[in-house]
């Protein structure tokens, strides 16, 4: 499953922002001691600050990612569920 997890800094995360690229780094095995997978990263200019590109197995796993990552104080996150090109087609075609 793909998830894609939109970051904004917090007060706590701006102000160390020159912390932040090895926040990225702790992020990432982070999530990967938890189970889940980073295929991607960006730092953002808009609504947003980051943005990671997750796969894992369950929503769970990903769960626990950004409540553990959140826990740090340095982001507030939002999670959606990602279908790639090809899981979308199916959903399409299994519609009644």
């Given at each position: 499953m793909n998830h894609i997890i939109l970051l904004k800094y917090t007060d706590q995360g701006i102000k160390n922002i020159k912390e932040s690229p090895n926040r990225v780094?702790?992020?990432?095995?982070?999530f990967h001691k938890l189970g889940?997978?980073?295929?991607?990263?960006?730092?953002?200019?808009g609504?947003?600050?980051?943005?990671?590109i997750v796969q894992a197995s369950n929503?769970?796993?990903?769960?626990?990612?950004?409540l553990a990552l959140g826990s740090l104080g340095n982001v507030r996150s939002e999670t959606l569920l990602a279908f790639n090109?090809?899981?979308?087609?199916?959903i399409c075609s299994d519609l009644p």
């Open positions: 780094k702790k992020a990432k095995e982070l889940a997978e980073v295929k991607d990263f960006y730092f953002l200019m609504q947003y600050d980051l943005l990671f929503d769970t796993v990903i769960a626990e990612c950004v090109e090809s899981e979308f087609s199916k």
